[in-house]
């Protein structure tokens, strides 16, 4: 069975940091980006960061951008995100991804994670 387990998700003061992880279990995502989305309450899923997987072309959302860093262990089939100089409204739940539609992962094979909370107080 293939799973992606987020970890690393909490409560944390506004310019704080945290480093989320996502591991992939069930099979070795060969040749497949990865990547983190997030969706706020009553908000839509939005996207994050991606990676490619050899590590060669990096995405950013423009509202993360020089806050985030998006890294990738393919040995350890694991693909981290680091949060820094967070803000409130980056308060959501925050969901890894695997796909081969880079960067969009909008194909029906792509796989996701159950998400974890990131929570981030003024």
């Not at 506004?14 to 706020?40: H, I, P, V």
């Not at 990096?58 to 981290?80: E, L, Q």
Request: with cysteine.
């Amino acid at each position: 069975q293939v799973q992606l387990v987020e970890s690393g998700g909490g409560l944390v003061q506004a310019g704080g940091s945290l480093k989320l992880s996502c591991a992939a279990s069930g099979r070795t995502f060969t040749s497949y980006a990865r990547g983190w989305f997030r969706q706020a309450p009553g908000k839509e899923r939005e996207f994050v960061a991606a990676i490619t997987w050899s590590g060669g072309s990096i995405t950013y959302a423009d509202s993360v951008k020089g806050r985030f860093t998006i890294s990738r262990d393919n040995a350890k089939n694991t693909v981290y995100l680091h949060m820094n100089s967070l803000k409130p409204e980056d308060t959501a739940v925050y969901y890894c991804a695997a796909s081969t539609d880079y960067p969009r992962f909008q194909s029906p094979s792509t796989y996701w994670g159950q998400g974890t909370q990131v929570t981030v107080s003024s």
